[in-house]
């Protein structure tokens, strides 16, 4: 075992903890202080997963000292640990927002502990071993994400948050279900195991069946063409730190449960899954992009963008080479970052004008700084050089004209009409909010150095995958590589000795 086998859990661990200290009633100041420190922790541990297994290690650590499969492991490839930074990165910035934005009423509901107990959840999820601790972690996340959507809310955020909730109920049941059936098949729930076994039994109906039913959930959870319907609605009724959060992680653990079970996992069944998926990418895409182009409020428009940013995720799962799953890991981190920083921009700009509304006009005399960073975020979410965006997304469609499937070319039509709508809809908001002349009747209010602060910082990130796009996309690279061989991974789980599960007890020995 390695010395580093503690690493996987720190960055559960962490928030988990600090979450526990928020409890207590601190002054505000204290427990912002503690809010943070905890999940700069959690950033420098997730940090350190991405150094440990930089060079194709897998860390495992075996809660109990019980191995794989019979106890329960978390474990960190270079998959795991890139989405554990991603989350973390975003949890600082959402953390620092809610700092810099009071909420008296959703604080009273201890806001700050909600949201780290939400953090630990995602962790979890993304470093989880085996699929029934994944079911836990979402129930962990979920729990968290029911209290943050529906305490301290109005009437919208209530019938919102309970269209979320029943959504999500639904897609855990199934969960559960599917996880039984996987057991009922394969004797195991440990992702490693799994894959041995699903590929020692070869094609086989009944787990193409628990595939295609993971995929129904994860498709969910990731707000996939039709099952994301209430995303559009959901997302603005948050607070809007909260739903800087929502917007560019949860949606992702989703596409991330996508990624682990269809390249680690069930690998046998690309023939059934990655054709759905494809169609999915390819819906996905058009309709957020045509639904973000008839909104006519920031988060809405915003939310509809997310929509379709996971359509292009999903169009690069589903081409199903190992250049679409390259291009695949370097949009998400584009994806997850420029979530976030338009968010927190519309953050400012709520405040700044007071309403929801794009349409007020001549806001660039008054946010010179903040026109420029909506520019350059809505430059790569719809993919336009010199961005991140424009890079991953040519990798994406270069790899999906390359496997020359039918479909996958209906997709890439679909992804360049839904990058022109995208673009559109983003420069129509600039337009309508930074351009012109400014109504003498409507007031800027002021905004917070400290909030401005956040969107400046998250812009400063997305403008960092277009300077570091050589190593992002060499990391994509070993990442696309490494899923290619689930081999290392079950091997660096499940060691290099055959499972060998004890037989049942004799009569005999069960005898007094």
């Not at 559960?12 to 200290?21: C, E, N, R, S, W």
Request: glycine letters at 10%; charged letters at 10%.
């Amino acid at each position: 075992m390695s010395d580093l086998s503690w690493l996987p859990l720190a960055p559960v661990l962490t928030p988990l903890g600090t979450g526990l200290m928020l409890l207590w009633p601190w002054a505000r100041r204290v427990r912002v202080t503690l809010s943070l420190l905890g999940t700069l922790a959690t950033l420098a541990f997730a940090a350190a997963l991405l150094l440990a297994t930089a060079d194709g290690q897998v860390l495992v650590s075996a809660l109990g000292g019980w191995p794989a499969p019979f106890g329960i492991v978390m474990t960190a490839d270079r998959l795991a640990a890139w989405m554990s930074l991603l989350g973390a990165v975003t949890a600082v910035l959402t953390v620092w927002q809610a700092g810099a934005e009071p909420d008296p009423v959703r604080e009273k509901h201890h806001l700050f502990a909600l949201l780290q107990f939400l953090f630990a959840g995602v962790q979890l999820s993304f470093l989880t071993g085996d699929l029934f601790n994944l079911f836990v972690a979402f129930e962990v996340m979920l729990v968290a994400s029911y209290a943050l959507a529906v305490l301290g809310s109005t009437r919208e955020g209530l019938r919102e948050g309970f269209r979320y909730i029943v959504m999500n109920l639904a897609a855990s049941a199934l969960l559960v279900v599917t996880c039984g059936l996987a057991y009922g098949v394969l004797g195991t729930l440990n992702f490693a195991h799994l894959a041995q076994r699903s590929t020692a039994l070869g094609p086989n109906a009944t787990v193409t069946s628990v595939g295609v039913l993971l995929l129904i959930v994860f498709a969910a959870k990731g707000a996939l063409f039709p099952l994301g319907f209430w995303l559009p609605g959901t997302y603005p009724a948050l607070p809007p730190a909260v739903g800087t959060f929502f917007a560019a992680v949860l949606t992702k653990v989703g596409v991330y449960a996508l990624l682990r079970v269809f390249t680690t996992v069930f690998t046998q069944e690309a023939g059934v899954t990655n054709p759905l998926l494809l169609l999915l990418g390819t819906v996905t895409m058009l309709y957020g992009a045509l639904g973000a182009a008839s909104q006519h409020e920031w988060r809405r428009v915003l939310s509809f963008v997310v929509i379709s940013s996971v359509g292009y995720l999903a169009f690069g799962l589903g081409v199903g080479t190992p250049e679409s799953v390259r291009a695949t890991v370097a949009y998400l981190a584009v994806s997850v970052l420029v979530t976030a920083a338009l968010f927190t921009i519309a953050a400012v700009a709520e405040r700044a004008s007071g309403t929801r509304r794009v349409r007020v006009r001549g806001m660039l005399e008054f946010l010179p700084l903040l026109a420029g960073c909506f520019l350059l975020c809505a430059l790569t979410a719809a993919g336009l050089p010199p961005s991140g965006g424009f890079l991953a997304k040519y990798a994406l469609v270069r790899a999906a004209l390359a496997q020359g499937s039918a479909l996958a070319v209906l997709a890439v039509a679909s992804a360049l009409l839904s990058s022109l709508i995208t673009l559109y809809a983003l420069l129509s908001v600039w337009r309508g909010f930074f351009w012109g002349r400014h109504p003498a009747a409507l007031p800027v209010l002021p905004v917070s150095p400290l909030l401005r602060s956040v969107a400046y910082a998250a812009t400063g990130l997305v403008a960092g995958l277009t300077l570091l796009a050589g190593p992002l996309f060499g990391w994509a690279q070993a990442t696309a590589a490494e899923l290619s061989r689930p081999e290392g991974y079950i091997q660096g789980v499940l060691g290099d000795e055959p499972v060998v599960i004890p037989p049942p007890p004799t009569e005999q020995e069960n005898a007094p």
